[in-house]
């Protein structure tokens, strides 16, 4: 019995880890690291995130700054002033705009135009406020720099929100919906960011690829004005009739284009032989950049005003719809207009043409409508 | 491609490149030192050679850190290009954007036929770095 007493003592009063005092450490280190990880795994995994969530937070907070700088003084340099506008544009970057309620969704259509029409003319009185000397194109350009600088604000402070939430709770599924968003936020944000520099020198951008299309179809010819903000010109074009449409330049303008297909058709009594739309287009991952593809139907974004308006107007004479877009992404159709998206504008002119000699006969009337912001583009 | 304008967040702060450059030397210092000890205590000298690798390569990534940090700031942009062309003789010249250009607007004479020119496109030139090869 004393002996296995012995025995035991020994084995107690043995160094576990070895006789290496420096293994001990070791040893100590390993099983506690494995410990914590089990018990505050998901709490490290957080922290990870939300270091990379701030970081991209300190960006956009720097191009939100940068845009409202360019804003600022933009508006200082074109509309000069007569008091510091700066608490002015503090106060339109959180202008807000309310949808309207969908619950019964019946004549929603005409709810969102009028909230827009009253947006538009409220952003406008703003602007001519902010800057009395600018001229139409001028307003209209530091409109869109304001808007784009008002984007930028909204998204810097949504991401602050969910950063700030997450670190509240220290929940991961809130934090963790934003990282995984991030990359493409940010993607967006610094597009936004090269849309405000491009909107106060009034560069043509990307998504002014349609507009372009048919700014240089109807180069040359006569132009009116149709409702809201866009021109119209008459073009002979191998033998037919065509009316060419887009937004009034060189001012950053989108126009209506619903609103003038239905004036051209009306005022043409329904007999137009085919309506061909052109518009830039995101594209995916693996496209070029510039490429020009073909279909059917309204081609034209935004929040679907315009679209119902056309598709209304097309079904009541059944007339037959074709679309052009150019290929480009997020990034490309609110910056500067690329050189492939330049380049790209003949092959779409000639795709147009194709259509027309396609899908109409000699004598025809044709709406050529080009879709997008006509900011540095002339007609 | 050229990048913006530099301000106060994208800089490096001086003190934090101070201390990075201050224990960059005392790793080097830590690292002859270790030479100059190896023959008589070989166990000392290694422990200080490798608190100088440690540091140099700590420092290293500090300050690579904080540079991908700064990077990441600034917004690229890329110069804008606008080309103006002569309808009658085909003359282009092409030059830096000015505020107040827009495609169709009519320029100063040709150099050549004395013809109006006119702006005939405004773009910018993105030139991408070596690009990924995707099997797809």
Known sequence: ?379 | MSKEPTNSATKMSSSALLYIFLAIALSLAALVLAVSIFPDNDVLASYILLLGFVGIFASAYVLLQMRKRVRRLSIESHPITTTIECKKCGFKSIREFKRGDYIFKEEEPCQKCNEKMMITAIFREVKEGEKERFRF
């Open chain 1, 1 to 379: 019995m004393s002996a296995l007493m012995t025995a035991l003592q020994g084995k107690i009063s043995q160094n576990p880890f070895g006789e290496n005092p420096l293994s001990w450490i070791l040893n100590l280190v390993f099983y506690g690291v494995f410990i914590a990880f089990i018990l505050y795994g998901q709490r490290f995994q957080l922290y990870v995130m939300l270091r990379e969530v701030e970081g991209s937070l300190y960006k956009l907070k720097y191009i939100k700054d940068e845009g409202r700088k360019t804003a600022i003084e933009t508006i200082k340099e074109i509309g000069k002033p007569q008091t510091d506008p700066t608490a002015r544009v503090d106060r339109f970057l959180e202008y807000f705009t309310i949808a309207p309620q969908n619950l019964d969704p019946a004549g929603i259509v005409w709810k969102l135009e009028h909230i827009l029409d009253v947006r538009d003319v409220r952003f406008k009185d703003e602007v001519k406020m902010m800057a009395p000397s600018a001229d139409d194109t001028q307003t209209n350009n530091l409109e869109n720099t304001l808007e784009a600088a008002m984007a930028l604000n909204y998204i810097y402070k949504v991401i602050r929100h969910f950063y700030l939430l997450g670190k509240k709770t220290y929940s991961l599924y809130t934090i963790m919906q934003i990282q995984m968003l991030l990359p493409l936020i940010m993607r967006e944000a610094e597009a936004y960011a090269s849309a405000v520099k491009a909107f106060a020198y009034g560069q043509p951008l990307g998504d002014g690829a349609g507009a372009l299309v048919a700014g240089k179809m109807m180069h040359g010819y006569e132009t009116r004005k149709v409702p809201k903000d866009c021109v119209v010109a008459t073009v002979p074009i191998e033998g037919r009739t065509a009316f060419l449409i887009k937004a009034e330049g060189p001012g950053g303008n989108v126009g209506q284009p619903g609103n003038a297909i239905k004036t051209v058709i009306e005022e043409n009594e329904g007999k137009i032989s085919t309506i061909i739309m052109i518009d830039a287009a995101l594209k995916l991952e693996g496209e070029a950049v510039g490429e020009v593809a073909e279909g059917v139907g309204a081609v034209i974004g935004g929040p679907g005003v315009d679209q119902f308006k056309i598709e209304e107007s097309v079904l009541k004479y059944h007339i037959p719809i074709n679309g052009v877009i150019i290929k480009e992404d997020i990034g490309d159709a609110i910056s500067p207009m690329r050189k492939e998206i330049s380049d790209s504008i003949d092959k779409a002119i000639e795709r147009v043409k194709q259509v027309i000699l396609e899908r109409t006969k000699e004598g025809d009337k044709v709406i050529i409508a080009g879709v997008g912001n006509s900011i540095g583009i002339g007609q």
